[in-house]
């Protein structure tokens, strides 16, 4: 099965350390959706898993020494540290955060890193479209185009949420357009 790939060419609005707490909250907000990782095994699971695996690492590891097979006691304390060290990765990996509002005349994208770090991106919405490439599919993709640039939404999320997450966006720019009003369409006036 091979992936889509996955090009964003719309331009970051802004880089850097992200601000502490909440965005500033947006006039007219149409759609506000906060998408983090799942992660399944929660901090008490966590403590049980480290346990059990202590638990069976130090017992396998006491018949190895009980047998003359000492050197083998210190690989069953190494695997117990590399499944805590992995665990703790994914834990800060967690942590990663994408904001996605929109307004009658904007979408706003912040995307935060678990090392603090936060892009920006805005997109007018009254050119944005949604695309959602590969419906159906695992590798399915959720993306907003505008002039010919892309970005994609809510990679983090499962293949049926980024369908829902296409959806909601949908009904929320057509939401915006109401708001917006007609569309002038430039020009001088004609004479009546």
């Given at each position: 099965m091979a992936r889509q790939p996955a090009h964003e060419t719309w331009p970051a609005d802004a880089h850097g350390r992200a601000a502490d707490g909440e965005p500033e909250p947006l006039a007219d907000m149409v759609f506000d959706a906060r998408i983090r990782p799942n992660r399944s095994l929660g901090s008490a699971g966590f403590l049980i898993l480290m346990g059990v695996l202590i638990a069976v690492s130090f017992t396998a590891g006491i018949a190895f020494v009980s047998v003359g097979a000492w050197p083998v006691f210190?690989?069953?304390?190494?695997?117990?540290?590399?499944?805590?060290?992995?665990?703790?990765?994914?834990?800060?990996?967690?942590?990663?955060?994408?904001?996605?509002?929109?307004?009658?005349?904007?979408?706003?994208?912040?995307?935060?890193?678990?090392?603090?770090?936060?892009?920006?991106?805005?997109?007018?919405?009254?050119?944005?479209?949604?695309?959602?490439?590969?419906?159906?599919?695992?590798?399915?993709?959720?993306?907003?185009?505008?002039?010919?640039?892309?970005?994609?939404?809510?990679?983090?999320?499962?293949?049926?949420?980024?369908?829902?997450?296409?959806?909601?966006?949908?009904?929320?720019?057509?939401?915006?357009?109401?708001?917006r009003g007609p569309q002038e369409t430039g020009g001088e006036p004609s004479p009546a």
């Open positions: 210190g690989y069953f304390g190494l695997d117990v540290i590399l499944v805590w060290l992995l665990f703790r990765l994914s834990y800060r990996d967690g942590r990663r955060l994408e904001i996605v509002r929109v307004t009658p005349t904007d979408i706003h994208i912040a995307r935060r890193w678990p090392n603090g770090w936060e892009t920006r991106y805005r997109m007018p919405s009254a050119w944005t479209k949604v695309e959602l490439r590969a419906a159906g599919k695992p590798e399915v993709q959720t993306r907003l185009t505008a002039m010919g640039k892309a970005l994609h939404v809510g990679a983090m999320l499962s293949p049926k949420e980024r369908e829902s997450l296409a959806a909601a966006l949908e009904d929320a720019l057509v939401r915006a357009k109401a708001l």
